[in-house]
């Protein structure tokens, strides 16, 4: 069995750029890698915001994802907070691209801190003779819950930059109303279903910039933006940053 934790340390704009180095940033990492050994994992892929790591134990990745929890909580906050973050995802499968896959979305679309299936806690109470886990430190997301964020990444990641997809076509596509999309999602990650596509759009969009895909029209446009002025309205009201301010400094 492959349990696999993904760990992000920064928001999305940090994570991308990937160069934080400061006293926050240095501390944090020694911690989290020491963590890791004590606990045995094995780090698959890591940069300076994000490790994914494999655990055989199911207890060990719980104890460790807590302990980086814990940890985390203590590390001076002097520093900007916008990169002070942390994101944590636990999932797990006979399949480790799978498990990958699942425990990524989780951590990064799901709005707590640390989250879980249901499928690890039941694994874990079962390993330790039903030690119950603290659900003020851990969101466990139920079977439907993880089944409903699949279908809906499975459907935005092949359907997000086309200008016609919006909340109506992704009723259709995963068979359920709008106002049950809104009432997951909204409990899932905080935001509404348009906000959603919108801030995943964006991300991908910033993904384009900052490998130099195509100027900023363009990539408005690719991005599902019908108007580039507007692209830029939310790109400013999402990264703090215009487009073009962005393009400049990378």
């Not at 929890?69 to 520093?79: G, L």
């Not at 580039?228 to 301010?245: D, Q, V």
């Amino acid at each position: 069995m492959n349990y696999i934790l993904v760990i992000e340390t920064s928001d999305y704009l940090h994570r991308l750029e990937a160069n934080q180095f400061n006293l926050f940033t240095q501390k944090l990492h020694n911690g989290i890698s020491k963590l890791i050994k004590k606990f045995n994992g094995k780090i698959l892929n890591r940069n300076d915001n994000t490790y994914v790591v494999a655990f055989e134990s199911v207890t060990n990745i719980i104890l460790c994802a807590l302990k980086v929890q814990s940890n985390f909580k203590y590390i001076t906050p002097k520093f900007d907070t916008s990169i002070r973050a942390l994101k944590m995802g636990i999932a797990h499968n006979s399949n480790q691209f799978n498990a990958q896959r699942l425990a990524t979305i989780i951590c990064e679309i799901v709005k707590n801190q640390l989250v879980i299936t249901s499928e690890t806690k039941a694994d874990y109470e079962k390993e330790n003779r039903n030690i119950f886990i603290n659900n003020e430190h851990i969101r466990t997301l139920k079977t439907t819950e993880v089944e409903f964020l699949k279908h809906l990444m499975d459907y935005i990641e092949t359907t997000w930059n086309n200008t016609d997809f919006n909340v109506v076509s992704l009723s259709r596509a995963i068979e359920l109303s709008a106002s049950q999309i809104y009432r997951r999602l909204k409990s899932l990650t905080g935001k509404s279903p348009s906000t959603f596509i919108r801030d995943f759009r964006l991300n991908r969009a910033m993904q384009m910039m900052h490998h130099k895909k195509g100027n900023i029209s363009n990539i408005a446009q690719w991005s599902g933006f019908n108007s580039a002025t507007y692209f830029s309205k939310c790109f400013k009201e999402k990264f703090h940053i215009l487009p073009s301010k962005y393009t400049q400094q990378h």
